[in-house]
């Protein structure tokens, strides 16, 4: 069951993304609502992380588009911003917690542009949105993961976007900070953004978010809540490995054949 | 000793231009460096440093002069192209990055050698100097060579200021700068390009076999000064400097010595130092805060040893033996001995004739390990479920450990118990 809407602020059409030939999305085709908190669920491997990173043109892919408010992503960069999984980085780097969350302020500012006032203030705005002000200077790596997951997520809060992309914002913290964050994404949805998480928990998935995206290598569902999650569905994305289709892209990378044949312009 | 008046009083104009130019040949490659190690990409800068030879002796070929200006572009031409050559490997084989540097490395500095060995058996004159280029001399940077590479290495410094925001986030997290729209193609092939430069004007000093410990050494040892990427940067500055210094003063003073080799073992030793004695991470200082936990876990076995032996027999006027503090709990005798003279030091426990007695502040810390202990026993069986014997040697750990908040939250959570598992009172 694959809903779309009208003037979507988030348009995927027939993405397919593969890693070494091996595609790991097949066709996903998808529109999302504005102003909603939005679940992308599924299984270990089930391509989550790589459908976000393909919407961020951070992967290449093999066929499709993607569109953001209704323009290409590079014409939209500012309106966008992205948390990435915290273990993506390393944490023993020379800076602050203070120091990280500017950097969400580096897209406006401009190359070789220093930080100026104004860009500090809304740093240490975000800072106290996620509750973390007092641990400004600490270094991030004495931060715990919890810490370290609400600076990243300070970090976009500073860039003050319409759409934000989270990959798995709730991996390995602890309660009071998964509480925190959908508190404050709860916030963000009444002030009319959209917010794209990467999720693994079925459970809490029911109530934090408004539209569900059901993914297991293929886009199983994509819609409101009450209509996504049912037993059969579910049973669609989780039960049953497509032992097919792994093999097919094992095959094409195996053979090195491109997943798409290439267009005749 | 002379000489070495003579070297520092800056008299002579020679040896001012050589210590300036070698304090900036080497500063400037310590800064470089400092982005490439943050990066996790410090072997590379070994390999364009041995990929830099074949273009020097290319370019001196094909134009027969030494004009500096002519070597540099060679040099950084093959630099360069060693560098697409990895990228290449890596990207379109199943070699892996490390494989590939590997491989790179050692054929652009054999095709160099090669070449090398040819020009100095060619007969022409004019090529004594160029295997300056193994080993580094800074002595023989003099006229326009010390000009052009000065510039250049004031350039570098100059870029990493300008681009210095841009430079964090991509050694950071390069794929945040991608969504937040910066340019990171051109932005690694900045910091590619200031790397092949600072080799290049680097190698004058240094040499191409040592270049990359110019890069990484000064690096590496900074970041055990400090958490702050401005003073990592400034730090690795000038340990770079001083070693440069040392360079030129080698360089000047024993004419026939390889200066290279003597600029890397300086910078090494500053780095052994630092990763020894750094505050923080350096091993001395990791090495005193095991002692001193030790030594405070020893104070607090013993103060609660004398608390316990105190309770058991509801009396905490007269003074224990030792020899009946050693039947509770096997200390060895002579530590035992110096942690109560520690503690009468710092009045926990006072020493009587018969033996040793707590003092008031004494018994309020070894009642609180008490505490401690059997809170977390209990909060071992009630939470974590565990049986009641298993419970006694993890919290013989965690009772020095447990902070006065998490205390009081334990306190809070066991609902202010009475009794631990193994119906011992616990002391409030």
Known sequence: MIIHVENPVVEVHDLTVSYDRKPVLWGVDLTLPAGALVGVIGPNGAGKSTLVKAIMDLLPTSSGYVRIFDKEIKEVRKKISYVPQRESVDWDFPASAFDVVLMGRYGSMGLFKRPGKADKEAAMLALEKVGMQSFANRQISQLSGGQQQRVFLARALAQNADIYFMDEPFAGVDIATEMAIIELLRIMREQGKTVVVVHHDLQSAVEYFDWIVLLNMRLVASGPTNQVLTQELLEKTYGGKLTVLTKVGDLLRKQEIPSREKQVK | ?428
């Open chain 2, 1 to 428: 000793m002379n000489e070495f008046l003579e070297f520092f009083s800056f008299a002579d104009a020679n040896v001012r231009f050589v210590t300036i130019g070698s304090i900036l040949l080497a500063s400037s490659s310590a800064v470089v460096g400092c982005f490439s190690l943050l990066r996790k990409r410090a072997l590379v800068g070994d390999a364009v440093a041995h990929a830099v030879l074949p273009g020097v002796c290319l370019a001196f070929i094909l134009s027969g002069t030494k004009n500096p200006f002519i070597l540099l572009l060679g040099a950084f031409i093959t630099g360069w192209f060693s560098l697409v050559v990895i990228d290449f490997i890596t990207a379109r084989t199943r070699i892996k990055e490390d494989t590939a540097i590997g491989l790179v490395l050692s054929v652009f500095f054999g095709i160099g050698i090669l070449l090398l060995t040819s020009i100095q058996h060619s007969g022409n004159a004019a090529q004594s100097g160029l295997d300056k280029f193994l080993f580094g001399k800074a002595a023989s940077l003099v006229g326009e060579d010390l000009i052009v590479f000065s510039v250049v290495a004031v350039l570098l410094l100059v870029a990493t200021i300008v681009f210095y925001k841009e430079l964090m986030l991509l050694c950071f997290d390069q794929a945040y700068a991608r969504t937040i729209g910066f340019p990171v193609r051109a932005l690694e092939l900045l910091l590619t390009t200031l790397t092949v430069f600072a080799v290049v004007v680097g190698i004058q000093a240094v040499g191409v076999v040592l270049m990359a410990a110019m890069l990484i050494t000064p690096a590496a040892a900074a970041r055990f000064w400090t958490e702050k990427l401005p003073v990592m940067l400034l730090i690795a500055a000038v340990m770079g400097a001083f070693s440069g210094l040392a360079g030129a003063f080698v360089s000047y003073t024993a004419p026939s010595m390889p200066t290279g080799p003597w600029i890397v073992l300086i910078i090494s030793l500053i780095a052994i130092l630092s990763f020894a004695f750094a505050p923080g991470r350096g091993w001395v200082s990791r090495i005193i805060r095991q002692r001193r936990n030790r030594s405070r876990i020893l104070d607090e076995n013993i103060l609660k040893l004398l608390y316990q032996v105190g309770e058991l027999k509801e009396n905490f006027t007269d003074a224990q033996s030792i020899t009946e503090l050693m039947q509770r709990r096997h200390l060895p005798q002579n530590s035992i001995l110096k942690g109560l003279k520690k503690l009468q030091c710092e009045g926990f426990v006072s020493k009587q004739q018969n033996g040793w007695l707590l003092t008031e502040e004494g018994r309020i810390r070894g009642r609180r390990v008490v505490r401690l202990h059997r809170l977390w026993e209990l909060y071992l069986t009630q939470y974590l479920e565990l049986p009641s014997d298993h419970v006694h040697e993890d919290a013989e750990t965690i009772e020095h450990i447990i902070t006065p908040e998490l205390e009081e939250k334990l306190m809070e959570e066991l609902n202010y118990p009475a009794l631990d598992p193994h119906q011992s009172k616990i002391p409030l």
